[in-house]
């Protein structure tokens, strides 16, 4: 799954071969063919792979508030867990070049939706606990949730396509003062 990282970095979805993914591993394509039937199989295995690093690193202290818990997966998905190899932000130019390509692929736009809805589920249940605790006032959680979710993915493409380097920053700040705030349970 590296090597498939590197060569996309490197060759880009649209002039990817499966000799480049082999060149990064000092494979032949035939070795690498056992394993996948395609460049298509190979590639829907590795965003498989992206996304399960990035849904299983988000790491909370199990009796953390739920203001905390909250910023926690805003900051895991707006900044990323650090890798040994490859930051962040490498990671998410490869992440959205595939989810650009998704809008003409039905498969792996099911895979993204379904990414999606995991996130914004996550903040929603987050949203809903501290709801219950007292700690957010009544607000629609589903609706919180989706808007979150977007400012994320909104802010990581501002960053990525257009190279406004300060746009998850600039987001984490927006969320804090326009939503974090305004969920604060006021006496």
């Not at 002039?15 to 690498?32: A, K, S, Y």
């Not at 919180?144 to 700040?173: C, F, N, W, Y």
Request: contains cysteine.
């Amino acid at each position: 799954m590296e090597a498939t990282f590197r060569a996309l970095s490197k060759h880009g979805y649209k002039d990817l071969r499966m000799r480049d993914i082999g060149e990064e591993m000092d494979l032949t394509r035939q070795v690498i063919h056992y394993h996948f039937d395609g460049k298509y199989d190979l590639l829907s295995s590795f965003l498989e792979h992206i996304i399960d690093q990035y849904e299983g690193s988000v790491v909370v202290e199990c009796d953390a508030d739920p203001r905390t818990e909250l910023r926690a997966r805003i900051d895991q998905c707006l900044f990323g867990p650090e890798f040994e190899q490859f930051g962040h932000w490498d990671r998410m130019k490869v992440y959205h070049e595939l989810y650009t390509q998704a809008q003409n692929d039905g498969d792996h736009r099911e895979v993204f939706n379904e990414h999606y809805d995991r996130i914004r589920g996550s903040i929603v249940e987050v949203v809903e606990d501290g709801i219950e605790k007292g700690v957010f006032r009544d607000v629609d959680a589903e609706r919180m949730g989706q808007l979150i979710t977007d400012v994320i993915h909104s802010a990581r493409g501002r960053r990525i396509s257009l190279g406004h380097e300060d746009a998850p920053e600039e987001a984490r700040k927006a969320m804090d003062e326009f939503v974090l705030d305004s969920l604060e349970r006021t006496e």
